[in-house]
């Protein structure tokens, strides 16, 4: 027994001893720690002033050294150590960051034995990412932190046949974790100054499209990138290394948009799409430096349930437009005469046109479910009954796409004289751009109509007095009372004319 003891103890210190014999011959080259990839890996950047390197990452998590913030070289050194480590498990180095050891070993040419990472190797297989898509949400200007768009990245699971769903795919987003009691202007301040954590996350792409295309009404371009499968491996390895970790979020530059061209530098060493931001980070001109630098594969539109509602509206003609406005308010029934009489096209397109707008109207515009419920199913039963109908066109993509306009950054200079007196004038737009041109005024149709008995009057469409459309900012007239509007074209569905932008 106490042989076999000593024999036990003397083959565990001859394997300490030979992974530490490893650790110790292995020679770091003196500016391994300064590589761009090791810097991107590290999220470390130079310092304003000075020679010093200093991490984003703001999570002491992050970091294997003590001093790992604040230097990249004894962060290198203690990775190194760390992934010599006998032993494997979710809390190993190795298993920690997958990333940084791929890379390590692959630099210092160490032998890729194999490592029991049973939490990352879940996380990656259930995730199944074939390809990388970079989505980009159109501005919202309802909300401040969102006025200049929104980026995030959609994990493909491989395409093997057409009828693959990627609405099931996961996505990687970066965000601030505001507090839900913060008022405007203090959110406004901690966002601009780093008073929020920001928080890598995964979600279903499902939800994100309910959120943006759905409730926010917004647009969405789907970049698919050029990534190949090992360049696919890496951003989700380093996605693993980050996820959960604090990156203090500032909304001019480290934002959302910011985080994930990290990720994409890390997964394709050299592309240095981080170089490209200065002051400031504004979504669509990441999405414009994505494709300046080669990486984009095919460009996909989808359309938000509000454009798609408006396009469906404009392909009727004005007279299936008014039928179709009765319909929505109540005022003809589905198997009206002046319904049934159309022809088997048209009334299908009518129902479906109808029916869309009932459902917007009744999540975007909080018409009443009493109203709206019983209408829609009215609506898809009417609309089960036709066969081989024409359906309505597809929105068809925007002519210019985000990423095809001018930058966002103007600087101006110009000089002209305004009632007698010469005058000189600087302009800078650092985003945002002003559009010029008259405003288009929209027609105003209105069905002059009273409420059936005991059927109370839908809401109206927004107004103020002066008539203007604050969704839109075209200027209406106000119709006169008692008129009922029932324009199923409401103003603030339809998109601005497309104006010179500045």
Same mark, same amino acid.
């Not at 693959?164 to 406004?188: Q, V």
């Not at 022809?343 to 917007?360: H, S």
């Not at 009273?450 to 927004?462: D, F, M, S």
């Given at each position: ?34 590589? %761009? ?18 991490? *984003? ?36 180095a ?12 692959? *630099?210092?040419?160490? %032998? ?11 996380w ?90 759905d ?5 969405l ?47 394709? %060493? ?78 299908? *397109? ?60 103007r600087?101006?200079l ?35 109509a ?13 107004r ?9 900012g075209?200027?209406?007239p ?8 029932t ?16």
């Open positions: 027994m106490g042989f076999t003891l000593r024999i036990g103890q003397a083959v565990l210190w001859l394997a300490c001893s030979t992974a530490w014999a490893q650790a110790e011959s292995v020679k770091l080259p003196d500016d391994l720690h300064h590589n %761009p990839t090791w810097l991107t890996l590290g999220h470390y950047h130079q310092d304003r002033f000075g020679s010093d390197y200093t991490s *984003q990452a703001d999570d002491p998590a992050f970091f294997l050294s003590d001093n790992g913030k604040t230097s990249p070289r004894a962060e290198l050194e203690a990775t190194l150590e760390a992934i010599q480590q006998l032993g494997g498990g979710d809390s190993h190795r298993c920690r960051f997958p990333a940084r050891d791929t890379w390590l070993r692959e *630099q210092l040419e160490l %032998p890729d034995t194999p490592v029991n990472c049973p939490a990352f190797e879940e990656a297989g259930t995730l199944n990412t074939e390809k990388v898509t970079l989505v980009f949400a159109a501005s919202y200007l309802n909300s401040p932190s969102s006025m200049f768009g929104h980026t995030f990245l959609r994990l493909d699971p491989p395409q093997d046949d057409e009828e693959t769903d990627l609405l099931l795919a996961n996505t990687i987003s970066y965000a601030a974790d505001a507090a839900e009691h913060d008022s405007e202007l203090l959110f406004a301040y901690r966002g601009i100054f780093g008073g929020y954590p920001g928080i890598t996350s995964i979600k279903p792409y499902y939800e994100m499209i309910r959120l943006y295309n409730i926010e009404h917004r647009d371009w789907e970049y698919t990138l050029n990534l190949d499968q090992q360049e696919v491996d890496t951003l989700l390895a380093h996605t693993w290394e980050i996820q959960d970790k604090n990156f203090d979020y500032y909304f001019f530059d480290e934002n959302c948009a910011y985080r994930l061209l990290a990720l994409i530098d890390a997964a394709r %060493p050299g592309t240095d799409l981080l170089d490209e931001v200065s002051t400031h980070a504004i979504p669509s001109d990441t999405v414009r430096w994505v494709r300046d630098a080669g990486l984009l594969d095919s460009i996909h539109y989808r359309p938000s349930a509000a454009t798609s509602v408006a396009h469906s509206l404009d392909s009727l003609p004005s007279d299936h437009q008014t039928i179709a406005a009765a319909l929505a308010n109540g005022y003809v029934a589905v198997n009206d005469p002046k319904v049934l009489e159309l022809a088997k096209d048209d009334r299908a *397109q009518i129902l479906d046109a109808t029916y869309d707008y009932v459902r917007y109207q009744s999540e975007a515009e909080d018409w009443p479910r009493e109203h709206a419920a019983p209408l829609s199913h009215q609506l898809l039963v009417a609309r089960s009954q036709i066969d081989d109908a024409e359906e309505l066109p597809d929105v068809p993509e925007p002519e210019i796409r985000d990423d095809q306009g001018h930058d966002t950054f600087l101006s110009g000089s002209g004289q305004l009632a007698h007196s010469e005058f000189t004038q600087l302009t800078i737009r650092p985003a945002l751009p002003r559009r010029t041109g008259s405003a288009r005024r929209l027609p105003h149709r209105c069905t002059t009273v409420p059936a008995p005991g059927r109370p009057a839908l809401p109206r469409q927004r103020t007095s002066g008539g203007t459309d604050h969704r839109r075209n200027t209406l106000e119709p006169p009372e008692p008129v009922l509007c324009d199923l074209l409401a103003s603030w569905l339809r998109r601005p004319p497309h104006g010179h932008r500045q």
